[in-house]
C-alpha cells in the first residue's frame, strides 16, 4: 500500500473515502449516525495533517527553511546505514560543509537581521537550488554554514554541484563584492560512519579556508 506523499494528499484521501461511505447511506437513522461521525472523522483528519505539519516545522530551521542539524543527521545515517543494507554493493555518497566567506564582516557593518535577509537566506536557497531535491540532503550547520549529503556521486559529480554552488552564491552581491563560499567534501561509501565524514569535509573546509581568496572546495585526501 503507498502511503500519502504529505499532509495535503493524506487529508485529501481521507476526505474522499468519507464521502464514499456516505453516498451509501441516503437517509434514516444510520445516515444521522453516520453524518455524526463522517464530521468527527474530518475533524480527527484535520487534527492529525495538523500534527504531521507541526513535526515536520520542528524538523525545520525556522530561518533559512533547510533541515535543523539533528534532523539533517538523523536522515543522513539512515541513509548511510539503508543503502548498505538494500544494495548489493556499496554505494557513494558525499558529505559537504559549506561556510560562506567573510560573513562576520558583514554582520559588523550591516547588523544580523539585515545579512541574514540579504544574504544568508538567499544563500541557503541557492545551495538548496543546486542540488537533487529527491535524493539529496541539505542542512543548516549553524551560523553561516551548512552541509550537504550527495547521494550516489563520486568526485566528478560532487564537483559539478560544488561548482554550480560557487555559481550562485557568487552571482549575491554585497557591499564587499560577490559573496564567497568555501566548500569541504568528504568521499564515502554506504555503510560509512557519518561522524567520520562530517570530520573529514571539516577538515577539508579548513583547508579550503586557508586558500589565499577563499571561495574555494576542497576535497578530503587521507594522510
Known amino acids: 500500500m503507498k502511503l500519502p506523499d504529505s499532509h495535503e494528499e493524506m ?6 473515502s468519507l464521502q ?18 463522517f464530521t468527527y472523522g474530518r475533524l480527527a483528519g484535520q487534527l492529525l495533517a495538523n500534527a504531521v505539519v507541526a513535526v515536520e ?15 539533517f543527521v538523523e536522515q543522513a545515517e539512515a541513509k548511510l546505514t539503508l543503502s548498505r543494507r538494500v544494495a548489493d554493493s556499496a554505494r557513494s555518497f558525499a558529505v559537504m560543509i559549506l561556510d560562506l566567506d567573510n560573513f562576520k564582516t558583514l554582520n559588523d557593518t550591516l547588523g544580523h537581521p539585515v545579512v541574514d535577509a540579504a ?20 542542512g543548516r550547520f549553524g551560523g553561516e554554514e551548512f552541509v550537504v549529503l550527495l547521494d550516489g556521486v563520486g568526485r566528478d559529480e560532487s564537483q559539478i554541484v560544488a561548482s554550480h554552488i560557487h555559481e550562485r ?35 577539508a573546509l579548513l583547508d579550503a579556508k586557508r586558500l589565499e581568496g577563499k571561495n574555494q572546495t576542497v576535497f578530503f585526501e587521507e594522510g
Do not use: C, W
Open 119 to 138: 544574504f544568508l537566506i538567499p544563500a541557503a536557497r541557492a545551495v538548496q537550488r543546486s542540488v537533487r531535491a529527491d535524493s539529496d540532503l541539505v
Open 169 to 203: 552564491i557568487n552571482s549575491i552581491s554585497t557591499p564587499n563584492g560577490p559573496l564567497g563560499i568555501s566548500i569541504g567534501v568528504a568521499l564515502g561509501e554506504s555503510g560509512d560512519s557519518y561522524a567520520l565524514l562530517i570530520n573529514d569535509a571539516d577538515e
Open 20 to 37: 464514499a461511505s456516505r453516498s451509501m447511506f441516503k437517509s434514516g437513522p444510520e445516515k444521522q449516525v453516520f453524518d455524526a461521525s
Open 57 to 71: 516545522h520542528k524538523k525545520t530551521d525556522s530561518k533559512t527553511g533547510l533541515l535543523e542539524y539533528s534532523a
Open 11 to 16: 487529508q485529501s484521501e481521507l476526505s474522499e
